[in-house]
T-cell receptor
Framework: DQQVKQNSPSLSVQEGRISILNCDYT??????FLWYKKYPAEGPTFLIS?????DKNEDGRFTVFLNKSAKHLSLHIVPSQPGDSAVYFC?????????????FGKGTHLIIQP | SQTIHQWPATLVQPVGSPLSLECTVE??????LYWYRQAAGRGLQLLFY??????ISSEVPQNLSASRPQDRQFILSSKKLLLSDSGFYLC???????????FGPGTRLLVL
Protein backbone atom coordinates (compact mmCIF):
# COMPACT_ATOMS: atom_id res chain seq x y z
CA ASP A 1 0.00 0.00 0.00
CA GLN A 2 1.62 3.20 -1.19
CA GLN A 3 1.11 5.93 1.39
CA VAL A 4 2.79 8.70 -0.61
CA LYS A 5 1.94 8.95 -4.29
CA GLN A 6 3.44 10.97 -7.08
CA ASN A 7 1.20 10.14 -10.00
CA SER A 8 3.24 11.88 -12.69
CA PRO A 9 6.41 9.93 -13.50
CA SER A 10 7.65 12.83 -15.61
CA LEU A 11 6.92 16.47 -16.34
CA SER A 12 8.29 18.70 -19.07
CA VAL A 13 8.30 22.49 -18.58
CA GLN A 14 9.72 25.32 -20.62
CA GLU A 15 12.56 27.33 -19.09
CA GLY A 16 11.25 30.43 -17.31
CA ARG A 17 7.78 28.97 -16.73
CA ILE A 18 6.33 27.58 -13.52
CA SER A 19 6.88 23.91 -12.64
CA ILE A 20 4.22 22.32 -10.44
CA LEU A 21 4.91 18.91 -8.94
CA ASN A 22 2.13 17.12 -7.12
CA CYS A 23 2.00 14.63 -4.30
CA ASP A 24 -0.87 12.85 -2.52
CA TYR A 25 -0.79 10.93 0.73
CA THR A 26 -3.16 8.57 2.48
CA UNK A 27 -1.86 8.36 6.04
CA UNK A 28 -3.63 10.95 8.19
CA UNK A 29 -0.88 10.58 10.82
CA UNK A 30 1.64 12.32 8.56
CA UNK A 31 2.38 15.78 9.94
CA UNK A 32 5.64 16.76 8.26
CA PHE A 33 6.30 16.85 4.54
CA LEU A 34 9.46 17.33 2.54
CA TRP A 35 10.64 17.67 -1.02
CA TYR A 36 13.97 16.33 -2.21
CA LYS A 37 15.79 16.79 -5.48
CA LYS A 38 17.91 13.99 -6.88
CA TYR A 39 20.39 13.82 -9.73
CA PRO A 40 21.39 10.42 -11.19
CA ALA A 41 23.90 8.46 -9.10
CA GLU A 42 23.75 11.02 -6.27
CA GLY A 43 21.98 11.15 -2.93
CA PRO A 44 18.78 13.22 -2.62
CA THR A 45 19.23 16.85 -1.62
CA PHE A 46 16.76 18.42 0.77
CA LEU A 47 14.84 21.30 -0.82
CA ILE A 48 12.02 22.46 1.38
CA SER A 49 9.65 21.19 4.04
CA UNK A 50 6.32 22.07 5.60
CA UNK A 51 4.67 21.22 8.87
CA UNK A 52 0.99 20.32 8.99
CA UNK A 53 0.27 23.46 11.00
CA UNK A 54 1.03 25.53 7.91
CA ASP A 55 -0.44 25.57 4.42
CA LYS A 56 2.42 27.30 2.63
CA ASN A 57 6.18 27.59 2.92
CA GLU A 58 8.38 29.59 0.60
CA ASP A 59 12.13 29.56 0.03
CA GLY A 60 13.39 31.55 -2.93
CA ARG A 61 12.07 30.04 -6.14
CA PHE A 62 10.52 27.11 -4.29
CA THR A 63 7.10 27.12 -2.62
CA VAL A 64 5.35 24.16 -1.08
CA PHE A 65 1.58 24.17 -0.58
CA LEU A 66 -0.24 21.78 1.73
CA ASN A 67 -3.95 20.98 1.55
CA LYS A 68 -4.64 18.78 4.56
CA SER A 69 -8.29 18.17 3.81
CA ALA A 70 -7.38 16.84 0.37
CA LYS A 71 -4.21 15.15 1.64
CA HIS A 72 -2.34 16.85 -1.15
CA LEU A 73 0.82 18.89 -1.43
CA SER A 74 2.55 20.53 -4.32
CA LEU A 75 5.91 22.07 -5.09
CA HIS A 76 6.05 25.18 -7.25
CA ILE A 77 9.28 26.25 -8.90
CA VAL A 78 9.25 29.75 -10.39
CA PRO A 79 10.95 30.50 -12.70
CA SER A 80 12.14 27.09 -13.85
CA GLN A 81 15.81 26.85 -14.76
CA PRO A 82 17.79 24.20 -16.68
CA GLY A 83 19.54 23.14 -13.46
CA ASP A 84 16.16 22.21 -12.02
CA SER A 85 16.05 19.16 -14.30
CA ALA A 86 16.16 16.24 -11.86
CA VAL A 87 13.95 13.71 -10.12
CA TYR A 88 11.88 15.22 -7.31
CA PHE A 89 10.74 13.09 -4.40
CA CYS A 90 7.94 13.93 -2.03
CA UNK A 91 8.35 12.49 1.48
CA UNK A 92 6.31 12.44 4.66
CA UNK A 93 6.74 11.52 8.28
CA UNK A 94 4.58 11.07 11.35
CA UNK A 95 6.61 12.73 14.06
CA UNK A 96 4.13 11.72 16.69
CA UNK A 97 4.71 8.02 16.20
CA UNK A 98 5.27 5.21 13.73
CA UNK A 99 8.46 4.48 11.83
CA UNK A 100 11.27 6.90 12.30
CA UNK A 101 12.11 7.09 8.63
CA UNK A 102 10.53 9.06 5.85
CA UNK A 103 7.98 7.56 3.49
CA PHE A 104 8.82 8.51 -0.07
CA GLY A 105 6.87 8.73 -3.28
CA LYS A 106 8.30 7.18 -6.43
CA GLY A 107 9.45 10.52 -7.77
CA THR A 108 8.69 12.81 -10.70
CA HIS A 109 11.31 13.41 -13.35
CA LEU A 110 11.24 17.13 -14.15
CA ILE A 111 12.68 18.13 -17.50
CA ILE A 112 13.24 21.82 -18.20
CA GLN A 113 13.18 22.54 -21.91
CA PRO A 114 15.31 25.45 -23.20
CA SER B 1 29.17 21.75 9.24
CA GLN B 2 27.93 18.20 9.01
CA THR B 3 29.00 15.82 6.28
CA ILE B 4 28.07 12.24 5.53
CA HIS B 5 30.28 9.76 3.73
CA GLN B 6 29.51 6.47 2.08
CA TRP B 7 31.82 3.94 0.51
CA PRO B 8 32.37 2.40 -1.81
CA ALA B 9 30.66 4.49 -4.47
CA THR B 10 30.16 1.49 -6.76
CA LEU B 11 30.35 -2.22 -6.08
CA VAL B 12 29.95 -5.27 -8.30
CA GLN B 13 29.57 -8.51 -6.38
CA PRO B 14 28.76 -12.12 -7.35
CA VAL B 15 25.66 -13.83 -6.03
CA GLY B 16 26.35 -15.51 -2.71
CA SER B 17 29.21 -13.22 -1.72
CA PRO B 18 29.17 -11.12 1.49
CA LEU B 19 28.53 -7.39 1.61
CA SER B 20 29.67 -4.55 3.83
CA LEU B 21 28.74 -0.92 3.12
CA GLU B 22 29.92 1.78 5.45
CA CYS B 23 28.47 5.16 6.33
CA THR B 24 30.01 7.77 8.61
CA VAL B 25 28.77 11.17 9.72
CA GLU B 26 30.95 14.08 10.77
CA UNK B 27 30.13 17.26 12.64
CA UNK B 28 27.29 16.03 14.82
CA UNK B 29 26.78 13.81 17.86
CA UNK B 30 24.21 11.11 18.47
CA UNK B 31 22.53 11.40 15.07
CA UNK B 32 19.64 9.21 13.98
CA LEU B 33 20.96 7.08 11.12
CA TYR B 34 19.11 5.40 8.27
CA TRP B 35 19.69 2.99 5.40
CA TYR B 36 17.48 3.25 2.31
CA ARG B 37 17.45 1.37 -0.96
CA GLN B 38 16.32 2.68 -4.32
CA ALA B 39 15.62 -0.09 -6.79
CA ALA B 40 15.58 0.76 -10.49
CA GLY B 41 12.59 2.97 -11.34
CA ARG B 42 11.27 3.01 -7.82
CA GLY B 43 11.19 5.27 -4.81
CA LEU B 44 13.29 5.07 -1.70
CA GLN B 45 12.54 2.25 0.69
CA LEU B 46 13.60 2.49 4.32
CA LEU B 47 15.59 -0.60 5.36
CA PHE B 48 16.97 0.17 8.82
CA TYR B 49 17.21 3.02 11.27
CA UNK B 50 19.17 3.58 14.46
CA UNK B 51 18.67 6.05 17.28
CA UNK B 52 21.89 5.11 19.10
CA UNK B 53 24.88 2.79 19.35
CA UNK B 54 23.82 -0.82 19.09
CA UNK B 55 20.15 0.11 18.52
CA ILE B 56 18.84 -1.08 15.16
CA SER B 57 15.27 -1.20 13.90
CA SER B 58 14.38 -3.06 10.73
CA GLU B 59 11.52 -1.91 8.53
CA VAL B 60 11.31 -4.82 6.11
CA PRO B 61 12.38 -8.46 6.37
CA GLN B 62 15.24 -9.11 3.99
CA ASN B 63 18.61 -10.58 3.31
CA LEU B 64 20.40 -7.63 4.90
CA SER B 65 21.42 -6.55 8.39
CA ALA B 66 22.72 -3.35 9.92
CA SER B 67 25.01 -2.47 12.80
CA ARG B 68 26.05 0.69 14.58
CA PRO B 69 29.35 0.01 16.34
CA GLN B 70 30.10 3.69 16.95
CA ASP B 71 28.02 6.83 17.39
CA ARG B 72 28.59 8.11 13.87
CA GLN B 73 29.14 4.86 11.99
CA PHE B 74 26.42 2.78 10.36
CA ILE B 75 27.15 -0.44 8.48
CA LEU B 76 24.95 -2.41 6.11
CA SER B 77 25.83 -6.08 5.67
CA SER B 78 24.81 -9.31 4.08
CA LYS B 79 26.23 -12.82 4.48
CA LYS B 80 25.10 -13.96 1.01
CA LEU B 81 23.98 -11.53 -1.66
CA LEU B 82 20.99 -12.21 -3.89
CA LEU B 83 20.37 -10.83 -7.38
CA SER B 84 17.45 -8.86 -5.92
CA ASP B 85 19.84 -6.98 -3.61
CA SER B 86 21.04 -4.90 -6.54
CA GLY B 87 20.17 -1.24 -6.18
CA PHE B 88 21.28 2.16 -5.00
CA TYR B 89 21.90 2.25 -1.25
CA LEU B 90 21.62 5.51 0.60
CA CYS B 91 22.61 6.41 4.13
CA UNK B 92 21.00 9.39 5.83
CA UNK B 93 21.10 11.15 9.17
CA UNK B 94 18.83 13.46 11.15
CA UNK B 95 19.05 15.38 14.39
CA UNK B 96 15.62 14.43 15.67
CA UNK B 97 13.18 11.66 14.88
CA UNK B 98 10.83 12.51 12.06
CA UNK B 99 12.75 15.63 11.10
CA UNK B 100 14.63 16.47 7.93
CA UNK B 101 17.07 13.79 6.84
CA UNK B 102 20.29 14.47 4.98
CA PHE B 103 21.59 11.91 2.56
CA GLY B 104 25.00 10.63 1.61
CA PRO B 105 26.19 10.21 -1.97
CA GLY B 106 25.02 6.59 -2.17
CA THR B 107 26.52 3.25 -3.18
CA ARG B 108 25.48 1.56 -6.39
CA LEU B 109 25.48 -2.20 -5.90
CA LEU B 110 25.24 -4.61 -8.78
CA VAL B 111 24.90 -8.30 -7.94
CA LEU B 112 25.70 -10.61 -10.85
Amino acid sequence: DQQVKQNSPSLSVQEGRISILNCDYTNSMFDYFLWYKKYPAEGPTFLISISSIKDKNEDGRFTVFLNKSAKHLSLHIVPSQPGDSAVYFCAASARGGGADGLTFGKGTHLIIQP
Amino acid sequence: SQTIHQWPATLVQPVGSPLSLECTVEGTSNPNLYWYRQAAGRGLQLLFYSVGIGQISSEVPQNLSASRPQDRQFILSSKKLLLSDSGFYLCAWSVLQGQTQYFGPGTRLLVL
